[in-house]
């Protein structure tokens, strides 16, 4: 099982068959003001996939804000105390390490304990991991065809997350809250310059629930000449999943990347 975590946004998804391109899929319908561990209690009651679901294995994506950490200056006795200095509001919450291998970096994120316990009621067998990696991953994999520089920009739950690479790690990762079209225009075009990309020879992409596209994209095509959109069927070649409605491009990455 799958179990997708973000402020105010609950999903669920259960591979059918042994290659993952079938899940059962839902989409829980939040409510203001109820923490996510209670929510989620209240799934496991209401949820028909919840209930009727045999696995005791379970994958949690969480949404936290992350602390990246090289790998070679990684202490995993120091981790809670710099993610909490990094990242004050961190009462009641477990703080998980998870090395990424192929960025050579650790990936350092809360985890509310009363919702890690409630998860733990119910799968003797969980793994939890930062809602980013699936995505990091697999645009990683991707990053080096051509010899273009490349920035992404993923917007999940309100936010949008920047990233670029070198071979092996991040050259930069920061993450926004943009309330318009504007505002991503900006954030966006700001890093752009930060990393010196160039405007008529690098690659912006953008990906996942994208606001005012159109809007969006017309402003940042007018300072960037190649922006393209990465869309979720087209990368995973229309297998039954990507069909899915109201599933996000990080819970698909996970499921088949």
Known sequence: MTLRVAAGSLAFALPKDTDRTEVDFYKYASKNGISAAAQLRDAFKTVDLLKNATTDRAKVMVDSPVLLIPLDEYNDNDKETLYKHSFPSTEGCAIIGNVLPDLNAV??????????????????????????????????????????????????????????????????????????????????LFVWKQLALDQMHDELFLGGEIPDKEQLLRGLRSYVQMVAVINSAASFSNVPLTQEKGITFDMITSLLA
């Open 107 to 188: 990936a350092v994120f809360a985890l509310n304990r009363d919702l890690k316990l409630v998860v733990e009621d119910h799968y003797s067998d969980t793994r939890y991991i930062h809602l980013m990696q699936p995505v990091w991953d697999y645009l990683h994999r991707r990053h080096f065809l051509g010899n273009r520089r490349k920035l992404y920009v993923y917007f999940h739950d309100n936010e949008l997350e920047m990233f670029s690479f070198e071979r092996n790690h991040f050259i930069f990762y920061n993450r926004y809250q943009a309330r318009s079209a504007k505002d991503a225009v900006y954030f966006t």
